[in-house]
């Protein structure tokens, strides 16, 4: 099985900051890696598919980059509305596999 | 905009099975594959299997081989998740979520989810 690391497993930032998460997959993935945000008490939203392309509908200030077994997330201007936890996950096999989540706070 | 309505909460006692249900606002299943993902209080996401049309089966995680059973009915608008043998550590927050492709031959990029179910195992 496909094991995701996700790092770090929190971080604090403030308004308009830049901030970075990183997923690193236990073996070549080629770009078969989305990212979602989970809000409390809510199911997750996707925000980024294979990789590096934005879901319709989803800011331009998150973005992805990355192939093989190392990722990037990037949310270029942190906002309020982002406090969330953001979930990396896998399709390049089965079992589908997730990262352990990043919890995202404002300062 | 499509929307997948999952079944109500359910409190079951260990040992015993637990079926929820994932229903689709508008069309059928026919083209999409169906997922199931799992979330323990406090916890990240876990995937247990889906269903895959285009070969009318459904695909497992080997945790779950055993136990685990992803069906759709007939029409292919509603699809199930029964779980057997249950125990504490099954207790969760269940979602199902449909692919975004409608290739319907592999589970992969998951854009709409149900609203999860809370299963709750308990004596």
């Known amino acids: 099985d496909i094991q995701m690391t996700q790092s770090p497993s929190s971080l604090s930032g403030s308004v308009g900051d830049r901030i970075t998460i990183t997923c690193q997959a236990s073996?070549?993935?080629?770009?078969?890696l989305n990212w979602y945000q989970q809000k409390p008490g809510k199911a997750p939203n996707l925000l980024i598919y294979d990789a590096y392309t934005l879901e319709t509908g989803v800011p331009p200030r998150f973005s992805g980059s990355g192939s093989g077994t190392h990722f990037t997330f990037t949310i270029s201007s942190l906002q309020p509305e982002d406090i969330a936890t953001y979930y990396c996950?896998?399709?390049?096999?089965?079992?589908?596999?997730f990262g352990g989540g990043t919890m995202v706070e404002i300062k | 905009q499509v929307q997948l309505v999952q079944s109500g909460p359910e409190v079951q006692k260990p040992g015993s099975s637990v079926k929820v249900s994932c229903k689709t606002s508008e069309g059928t299943f026919n083209s999409y594959s169906i997922t199931w993902v799992r979330q323990a209080p406090g916890q990240g996401l876990e995937w247990l299997g889906g269903f895959i049309p285009v070969f009318r089966t459904a695909t497992y995680a080997q945790k779950f081989e055993g136990r685990l059973t992803i069906t759709t009915d007939e029409t292919m608008t509603t699809a199930y998740m029964e779980l057997s043998s249950l125990s504490s550590d099954d207790t969760a927050l269940y979602y199902c979520a449909r692919d975004k492709s409608d290739y319907g031959n592999y589970v992969d990029i998951f854009d709409i989810w149900g609203q999860g179910t809370k299963v709750t195992v308990s004596s």
């Open positions: 073996q070549d993935i080629n770009t078969h």
């Open positions: 996950q896998q399709f390049d096999d089965l079992p589908v596999s």
